[in-house]
């Protein structure tokens, strides 16, 4: 019989909760307020290639509703890219899984710009104006680069997590 701890069980989720956090609570730094990586973005990515089942979209479309309304975002404008970008990768799934790292990375950095721009787009025209765009741009290219960082820390997590 399997024993499974509560740690080996929530730890892809409590990878995941901390990014988040770190992406959605206003860090006492001066351009915090400006700079928001999409953290939680890259947390769904991997899971979405690596383990799909620990990334529901009913539980993304809860969570993207949250991050919006934290983040300040219009309701919906960051959560509906988010699910784009599940579904999206979840297709090509079996080209990462087979690719090396590089490619898996520029992967990233494909879905970070798309995702950006359709987050940008998606707050412009429910807010009536377009929203300042150097922020995203900027927040994407932070992600992008701390991609093979955040990669080791969602892989300790993700292998500690029971098969779904």
Do not use: N
């Not at 377009?130 to 969602?154: D, E, I, K, N, Q």
């Amino acid at each position: 019989m399997l024993v499974i701890s509560p740690l080996t069980l929530w730890a892809p989720y409590g990878a995941a909760g901390l990014l988040f956090l770190l992406e959605a609570l206003p860090l006492p730094l001066p351009w915090a307020g400006v700079l928001r990586p999409p953290l939680f973005l890259a947390a769904v990515y991997y899971a979405a290639v690596y383990r799909p089942g620990l990334a529901p979209f009913a539980g993304l479309f809860v969570v993207g509703l949250l991050r919006d309304a934290l983040i300040g975002l219009p309701l919906g404008a960051g959560t509906l890219p988010l699910l784009l970008a599940r579904w999206a990768v979840g297709q090509w799934r079996l080209l990462f899984t087979s690719q090396t790292f590089l490619a898996l990375w520029a992967g990233f950095a494909l879905t970070a710009l798309v995702i950006t721009v359709l987050t940008w787009a998606l707050a412009s025209l429910a807010q009536g104006s377009l929203a300042p765009w150097a922020a995203g741009g900027v927040g994407a290219g932070l992600a992008v680069a701390l991609f093979p960082l955040l990669t080791r820390f969602l892989r300790r997590a993700l292998t500690l997590a029971p098969p779904v």
